[in-house]
């Protein structure tokens, strides 16, 4: 069937004029004439049938739905420019990822493993933008994302398929200094692990978007913990991190999301009783057509980074793609 498309030189022209509110700025921009910029956007309103924009005696002004259709096609084409010079610059092979994640997660956990990547698999880039909450991928140029919820939550998200890489798993961290004060032991046990009871009367930081997290790790220790609800409030892991190892309290952390931390002796692990929340990590992708496939760049790096998520939870991970 034929697609309905105006040309692609006439949409250029026509979000050149709207960003600039001006023909002779996009003719200038272009490198065309004031009247050939004015052809072709008659052009694509007569293939549209609506006005795009309104002529005045000072010039011109975008209509309501020119202004809507200004968004698109200016997403639209930055999209296609983007495709090309990536295409371009990979001569067919490999490709970008355009990848939406959880700050923390791609900042504590991914980062440091995608020179493994680059090393594996140098024909492949990957570019990373914040997201948070579930999105349209029609709406986006992702390609992917890395998204941390409950199932409940991934199975309300529309038009997606999730792949599961790892469950969350909290434990209470701290600086050395702060845990050597929590009860009076022998200088070479001061910075041995304590029980839940000792945890609970130390300063404690809650993390803001969730809020009963010490208590429901209280709970599952069975310790009575009056003050589960005090605290410093801070909204991210990695500004838990930093305040856990300024000493300001104890902060319930995923362990694989403070390795640099720990590994330099900033943060310790407070007390070794995990929590596991219903909380887990996973790679969604828009749901494809029956007939369809995913990249070969989305299927590398989906293959890559499911390794990855094994290997960090100490599974036995499946042959290295």
Same mark, same amino acid.
Not at 40 to 43: G, P, S, T, V
Not at 91 to 103: F, M, S, T
Not at 265 to 268: A, N, R, S
């Given at each position: 069937m034929r697609r309905v498309l105006p040309s692609t030189q006439a949409l250029a022209c026509f979000e050149s004029a709207a960003r600039h509110i001006s023909y002779t700025k996009a003719a200038q921009e272009l490198s065309l004439t004031q009247s050939a910029v004015s052809r %072709? &956007? &008659?052009?694509l309103e007569e293939f549209l049938g609506l006005s795009l924009f309104r002529r005045t005696r000072?010039?011109?002004?975008?209509?309501d739905a020119g202004r809507h259709y200004a968004i698109q096609v200016g997403r639209w084409l930055q999209g296609l420019e983007r495709d090309t010079l990536d295409l371009m610059s990979h001569?067919?092979?490999?490709?970008? &990822?355009?990848?939406?994640?959880?700050?923390t997660f791609a900042t504590r956990w991914l980062l440091p493993r995608l020179p493994q990547l680059a090393q594996q698999h140098p024909d492949i880039t990957v570019h990373i933008d914040v997201q948070t909450r579930p999105f349209l991928f029609a709406d986006t140029v992702f390609d992917a994302a890395l998204y941390a919820g409950t199932p409940g939550q991934v199975e309300r998200w529309p038009g997606v398929q999730a792949q599961w890489l790892m469950d969350e798993e909290v434990v209470p961290v701290c600086s050395p200094q702060l845990l050597a004060t929590a009860q009076q032991r022998d200088p070479g046990r001061a910075w041995l692990p304590v029980g839940p009871e000792v945890?609970?009367?130390l300063p404690l930081?809650? %993390?803001s978007t969730r809020p009963q997290g010490w208590r429901q790790w209280f709970d599952a220790m069975h310790v009575d913990a009056p003050r589960a609800l005090d605290?410093?409030?801070?909204?991210?892991?990695?500004?838990l991190a930093v305040a856990a190892s300024q000493g300001l309290g104890v902060a319930l952390i995923p362990p694989m999301l403070i390795e640099q931390e720990i590994a330099r002796?900033?943060? &310790?692990v407070a007390c070794p009783q995990p929590l596991r929340g219903n909380r887990a990590y996973y790679l969604v992708t828009p749901e494809l057509a029956a007939d369809a496939q995913p990249s070969p760049a989305l299927r590398v790096f989906s293959q890559w980074l499911q390794h990855k998520a094994q290997e960090a939870a100490g599974r036995k991970p499946e042959r290295q793609p």
């Open positions: %072709q &956007i &008659i052009a000072h010039g011109v002004l975008l209509t001569q067919g092979e490999g490709g970008p &990822i355009n990848l939406a994640a959880v700050p945890i609970a009367r930081l809650q %993390q605290g410093m409030r801070l909204e991210l892991f990695s500004m002796g900033d943060l &310790i």
